[in-house]
């Protein structure tokens, strides 16, 4: 077994970005690459995380966000691509909830995100994988799908402001944070302290704002499907070695 060397993150979260342009250097049709990206989110899930463990002992996370669709995506691409987008959601979801191999890891899911925007049999499939997982316990994973953090902001504020038994209570600031906290997509998420992104664009794309305040930033111009295992833990000895003040 390896000896880790320093500390890991508690909160990971990742944008893997570059599927079309993966797909125009290799050749593949856009359609078809969007499975190909699909799947390098369950590689880094159930191979990734258990290969790990073997080799330090410990999982690298306890909590793993990846940013599957933006809001911005869902307003601005082809209806068509984006029904290619949600079939092949739906198709991964199904297939991992009959593998043993998932299973085993243990990880609840939590799908947050304008999902109402979704169309039905895709939110059918995230409440079946949620359900499916809602007892486990080794760790979690969030999917950011039809998402955008300035939203998952303000819906929160929108839902403050018509919480009548909020309104109507006298409450101290302690409990104001904690009741909005509750409204958020990802509730019980712990603040991020790493965010990678693949692909070369040097933004956040409104990724988990509420939670990155602290984060320490990563990007790579390797594009979400030649993103590789070995790449990943030189981050993470990377991020080990940083040396995070928080203000102090």
């Known amino acids: 077994m390896k000896t880790w ?4 993150p508690t909160h990971l979260a990742i944008t893997l970005d570059g599927n079309r342009r993966w797909s125009d250097k290799n050749g593949i049709p856009r359609k078809d690459a969007i499975y190909h990206g699909v799947h390098k989110v369950e590689e880094i899930l159930v191979d990734w995380t258990p290969r790990f463990k073997k080799e330090y002992g410990i999982i690298p996370c306890e909590q793993l966000t990846i940013y599957a669709l ?9 209806s068509a691509e984006l029904e290619e987008i ?13 593998e043993e ?12 995100g304008s999902l ?18 809602k007892n486990y316990d080794a760790s979690t994973f969030y999917i950011a799908l039809a998402y955008d953090g300035n939203e998952e902001i303000l819906e929160a504020c929108r ?12 409450v101290d600031s302690q409990t104001v944070d904690k009741k909005f906290q509750e409204k958020l997509y990802f509730p019980d998420a712990k603040p991020v302290d ?18 990155i305040g602290y984060a320490e930033l990563f990007f790579t111009k390797t594009l979400a499907e030649d993103f590789t295992y070995e790449e990943f833990i030189s981050m993470l000895q990377e991020f080990s070695e940083r040396d995070r003040r928080f203000g102090k």
């Open 5 to 8: 060397l320093g500390a890991l």
């Open 70 to 78: 933006t809001l911005n995506n869902i307003r601005n691409r082809p």
């Open 86 to 98: 949600y079939r092949a959601f739906e198709k991964k979801i199904h297939k991992v909830l009959g």
């Open 101 to 112: 191999k998932f299973h085993r890891c243990r990880i609840r899911v939590r799908v947050g």
């Open 116 to 133: 109402d925007l979704l169309p039905n049999y895709l939110q059918k499939a995230i409440s079946e994988l949620e359900k499916a997982t």
């Open 159 to 170: 839902k403050m402001c018509f919480d009548k038994t909020f309104v109507e209570s006298v």
């Open 194 to 211: 790493m965010v990678i992104r693949t692909g070369g664009e040097l933004r956040l794309s409104g990724f988990m704002l509420w939670y």
